[in-house]
């Protein structure tokens, strides 16, 4: 079946350092890849939608130059947390398609910790 | 961002039990539903999905029903065990060209032995 990995599943940071996240899809090729962020006690909220080759799309309210997004192959996104403060602190999830009408597979999320 | 709700409502079942975990969503021109369990610390793991073309569909265990007229869809889980506890999410595709996934606002279940 198919499988992302996400990576790190935990990170502590200093407050005013970025942070880099990365989803891969192991055993397929994701056309399309999703940035959720999600609270305790809270549902996810999807952040951003990425396309290999091509800018990602943001979700209104979500700052596009404080959450980088890079889709630069077919197997790998990756979401950098820039100048992260103790707000941003949170469980990140990302998900890859292979395209509209197929299914979504999820990575394992990152909880990321701002101090 | 695109969420639904920013709290979590609760249903607790005796174990044995058959659980009901209802949904209400927003867009009529999703054509897509997927229901996920997500347990403490981890992502959301796929229950069982449904297309906008029926209205009920059986999995192991489980049921999801679409009522397309009112926008809700229901999860029912047979038997419900120990291991069922978690959060439970409905999410739905609004179509379109970007195929994007929006949760539902999610229902704990907790299960008592």
């Known amino acids: 079946g198919a499988v992302v990995s996400q990576h790190p599943s935990w990170v502590i940071c200093k407050s005013g350092t970025s942070v880099k996240i990365e989803c891969r899809s192991l055993?397929?090729?994701?056309?399309?890849m999703f940035w959720y962020r999600q609270f305790p006690k809270q549902s996810l909220m999807l952040m951003a939608t990425?396309?290999?080759?091509?800018?990602?799309?943001?979700e209104q309210g979500v700052e596009k130059d404080k959450f980088l997004i890079n889709h630069a192959s077919l197997t790998l996104s990756t979401l950098t947390v820039t100048s992260a403060h103790p707000e941003d602190s949170s469980f990140y999830i990302c998900?890859?398609?292979?395209?509209?009408?197929?299914?979504?597979?999820f990575g394992s999320g990152t909880r990321l910790t701002v101090v | 961002g695109e969420s639904v709700g920013l709290h979590l409502p609760t249903l607790s079942v005796q174990e044995g039990d058959n659980s009901i975990i209802n949904c209400a969503y927003s867009n009529s021109a999703s054509d897509y539903f997927i229901w996920y369990k997500q347990e403490s610390g981890k992502g959301p793991q796929f229950i069982i999905d449904i297309r906008s073309n029926m209205d009920k569909r059986q999995g192991q265990r489980v049921t999801v029903l679409l009522n397309k007229t009112v926008k809700h869809l229901s999860l029912q889980i047979a038997a419900t065990q120990p291991g069922d506890s978690a959060v439970y999410f409905c999410?739905?595709?609004?179509?379109?060209?970007?195929?994007?996934?929006?949760f539902g606002t999610g229902t704990l279940l907790a299960v008592q032995p």
């Open positions: 990425s396309n290999e080759g091509s800018k990602a799309t943001y």
């Open positions: 999410a739905e595709n609004k179509g379109g060209a970007t195929n994007k996934l929006i």
């Open positions: 055993d397929f090729q994701a056309t399309t």
């Open positions: 998900s890859a398609s292979r395209g509209a009408g197929d299914g979504y597979t």
